[in-house]
């Protein structure tokens, strides 16, 4: 089985192709867009419609495209973002990623492991390491 990403709200899957398939908005566009993110962990290219403008610095909210429901944990942080990842040997991970944009962090947590990738990973690290999500 082939690494899969699923919505932690209604287990639908995420990945098609090679490519994650979010649902974004921001605070200035409230429109929906689709946005195609990398599944390597710490890959932070991103595939959108052109019209669909994101200042450095300004958060993204994401969404499903399935059930549409929010995918922020706004109890941990406001900026962060959950996917659920099973890998190829069926076990779950929890992805967390950073919904601002040029903030290239993303965390790995499951029972038996707790991995960090990007140069921002620092922000929200005690976060993780003082509580499970």
Not at 102 to 121: A, P
Request: glycine content about 6%; overall charge negative.
């Amino acid at each position: 089985m082939k690494t899969d990403f699923i919505c932690p709200k209604c287990s639908g899957h995420l990945l098609v192709g090679d490519n994650i398939v979010l649902a974004a908005s921001t605070k200035s566009d409230k429109r929906l867009w689709l946005i195609l993110l990398s599944p390597e962990l710490g890959n932070y290219t991103s595939i959108f419609h052109p019209e669909f403008q994101v200042e450095k610095g300004e958060k993204v909210n994401f969404f499903c495209p399935l059930c549409h429901n929010s995918l922020a944990i706004p109890d941990v942080n406001e900026n962060l973002v959950k996917l659920i990842m099973v890998d190829k040997y069926s076990e779950k991970h929890e992805i967390i990623f950073s919904g601002i944009e040029g903030e290239e962090c993303t965390y790995q947590i499951s029972e038996k492991e707790y991995k960090t990738y990007g140069d921002s990973s620092e922000l929200y690290d005690a976060f993780f390491k003082t509580r499970h999500i």
